[in-house]
């Protein structure tokens, strides 16, 4: 089991696997193509199978490691859910599944360090983002009735019910033609529109987005700044075995003098 251990933690393994999923990925985009699935569909599908396989072996001799401790990280079992996808029958009702064989690239999350940090940042900022969710979500609701009530009988498929005055706002929000689609049409029965679409966009595109960034930003910092310290934990207790080490080395070569001595 020791040589299995030292086979899954090794650098060269991880190289190797990251590599495989490079060209996992690489073959899955090549399966678009019509024409070269006319053309080499049979090779692209046997690769494809090869490299399952290997994911699934490199899987299970991960699981045969760490056991129990496989199951209590949540980048192993991400790993199994991608890799379980994969496995699942892509037929009948079940044909999309063979869309999400795609998810196998997400393993280059768990190969690459520095892409497992910037997820574990994001992640850390959900509970931030929720805040900033519902405060984004009491504007559009106040925004939305504004709307309807406003201008829902003038222009009633942009602003004619809550649901597709929503859908304006998100359009404005994310300024998808909302000058000439929304602002000027709208701007010629009523003068003021734009004063309610401009504090919108204030509130919205620039505050809200901002806060957004902020906190993902936050969160990244908070990430490294744990990673900084792990490591220089890490390094301070090194440095005390190496100084117990060398404390040990000075008692022994103390006593073989002693010894010599009489």
């Given at each position: ?160 019910s809550l649901g597709a005055t929503a859908y304006t706002l998100f359009q404005v929000m994310t300024f998808d033609d909302w000058s000439g689609g929304v602002a ?79």
């Amino acid at each position: 089991m020791n040589w299995l251990q030292r086979l899954v933690e090794s650098e060269k393994t991880e190289r190797a696997i990251l590599a495989l999923i490079v060209i996992n990925a690489v073959t899955l985009g090549l399966e678009t193509s019509q024409e070269i699935m006319a053309q080499h569909g049979a090779l692209l599908h046997l690769v494809d199978s090869v490299l399952l396989g290997i994911f699934v072996v490199e899987l299970l001799a991960r699981m045969a490691v760490k056991r129990s401790a496989f199951l209590r990280d949540p980048w192993s079992i991400f790993d199994l859910l991608v890799v379980g996808i994969a496995l699942m029958p892509a037929t009948g009702s079940l044909s999309v599944l063979r869309a999400l064989r795609v998810l196998r690239i997400l393993r280059l999350i768990t190969a690459l360090p520095s892409l497992k940090r910037v997820v574990a940042g994001l992640i850390g900022a959900i509970p931030g983002m929720g805040s900033i969710m519902l405060l984004m979500a009491l504007i559009y609701y106040v925004f939305a009735v504004m709307g309807t009530k406003l201008f829902g009988v003038t222009a009633p498929e942009q602003f004619g019910s809550l649901g597709a005055t929503a859908y304006t706002l998100f359009q404005v929000m994310t300024f998808d033609d909302w000058s000439g689609g929304v602002a000027k049409p709208l701007m010629e029965k009523h003068p003021y529109a734009i004063a309610y679409l401009v504090i919108f966009i204030l509130l919205s595109a620039f505050m809200m987005l901002n806060l957004f960034i902020g906190v993902v930003v936050s969160a990244l910092d908070d990430e490294r700044a744990d990673t900084t310290r792990k490591l220089m934990h890490d390094a301070s207790e090194s440095e005390r075995v190496l100084s117990e080490l060398r404390e040990i080395r000075e008692t022994l070569a103390e006593m073989r003098k002693a010894k010599a001595g009489t």
